[in-house]
């Protein structure tokens, strides 16, 4: 007979190891990959809110790339372990930053702890010898690079000599508290699978990375969110988030297909989130009509004034309960790429021509 203690032990194995295989299976979803990449725009913008609670500033002007992985699942009883996936996007030797590719964090931990945690991690690599270790392949946190628990708002300046010496800054987000946090043991690795399906590529580089032939929306939406809070309230310039002989593969459709398709998938975002709303939310919360209609053309200001909603209830913590939803950071983050391509389609209120 196994003891009380034993089967919950291995409960938790199973529970984390079912998790991993639906993520295995989830690697060659198009779909999931670019799930990820939105989850992760919502995460950084969401930890940024805060003033007081954030990732300060002068850390990620000097960062090299940010990882970051959201809902990371943690779980055990004696035993713990956690395993998420998640996308790294990184600068260049001209300090461009790149589109993002596809990792997964895996771990393991021992102390009292019991059932199952979910979190938001992002990593800050401040030295260019860490990022050098990711792109080289799989590394342990705190063994292969030094890692900290990354201080937080105004606490730059008062960090201690370890945090500052760390090669890889922490940190974690649950239940709305947002804090450095240890991770030392955990494994992170690039899931070139994932990352392959999300560019649609059969082409790598001599390492097994896949070559981009085509940049998704959500991989650019990425890249200006992270150089827009890494230029900050400081007056520096973002830096360029894609390279210029990319420029032309930014998509394979006409802007208005490209606009539609967007449409179509917030439409469908928006109906999926109204489910799990009151009347009064479900009103708030609305689209334009037009948004929900086939090759409907919802005016671009009233486009802007339903993102005002969704932004100001993103940045409250009194609505956590929602803002913290996959459905709602879904709808949220297709609002704005869909109004990025309405604004890229609109045609300019002109007067007439000189003569």
């Known amino acids: 007979m196994l003891g009380s203690s034993t089967r919950t032990l291995l409960l938790t194995v199973t529970v984390l190891t079912a998790t991993h295989s639906v993520g295995a299976k ?39 790339g940010v990882a970051i992985f959201p809902q990371v699942v943690k779980g055990g009883f004696i035993v713990g372990a956690r395993h998420g996936r ?12 790149q589109p993002p590719v596809f990792v997964t964090l895996t771990g393991g931990s021992v102390g009292w702890q019991a059932g199952l945690q979910s979190s938001d991690i992002i990593l800050v690599f401040k030295t260019r010898k860490s990022v050098d270790r990711f792109l080289n392949g799989k590394f342990t946190l705190g063994a292969d690079v ?3 628990a990354g201080p937080v708002g105004r606490q ?21 508290l947002f804090a450095g946090a240890a991770i030392d043991g ?24 896949p070559v981009p032939t085509l940049i998704p929306h959500s991989a650019i939406l990425l890249q200006e969110t992270v150089a827009r809070h890494v230029a900050g309230a400081t007056g520096v310039q973002p830096l360029a988030v894609v390279p210029l002989e990319q420029a032309a593969v930014v998509s394979s459709l006409p802007a208005a297909d490209t606009t539609e398709a967007t449409r179509a998938r917030l439409a469908a975002a928006s109906n999926h989130l109204a489910n799990s709303l009151d009347a009064k939310w479900k ?3 609305a689209l334009p009509a037009e948004t929900y209609q086939p090759a409907g053309q919802p005016r671009v200001e009233d486009v802007r004034a339903a993102l005002a909603h969704y932004d ?43 003569r």
Not at 86 to 97: F, K, L, Q, S
Not at 190 to 196: G, T
């Open 26 to 64: 989830r690697s060659v979803a198009g779909p999931v990959e670019e799930g990820i990449v939105n989850s992760a725009t919502a995460v950084l913008n969401e930890t940024m809110v805060a003033p007081a609670n954030r990732i300060p500033q002068t850390l990620l002007q000097g960062a090299h």
């Open 86 to 97: 998640g996308v790294a996007i990184i600068r260049d030797a001209t300090g461009a930053w």
């Open 146 to 148: 030094s890692v900290a």
């Open 156 to 176: 730059a300046a008062a960090a201690t000599d370890a945090r500052l010496q760390a090669e890889i800054l922490s940190y974690a987000r649950s239940r709305g």
């Open 186 to 209: 955990s494994s992170i690795q690039a899931d070139n699978l994932a990352s392959a399906q999300y560019y649609q590529t059969n082409s790598v580089t001599a390492d097994g990375r």
């Open 283 to 285: 009103a708030y919360l």
């Open 312 to 354: 100001t209830v993103a940045g409250q913590q009194q609505y956590l309960n929602l803002n913290q939803r996959d459905e709602f950071r879904s709808t949220h983050q297709l609002l704005r790429g869909y109004l990025q391509s309405v604004n890229a389609t609109a045609v300019l209120q002109l007067p007439p021509p000189p």
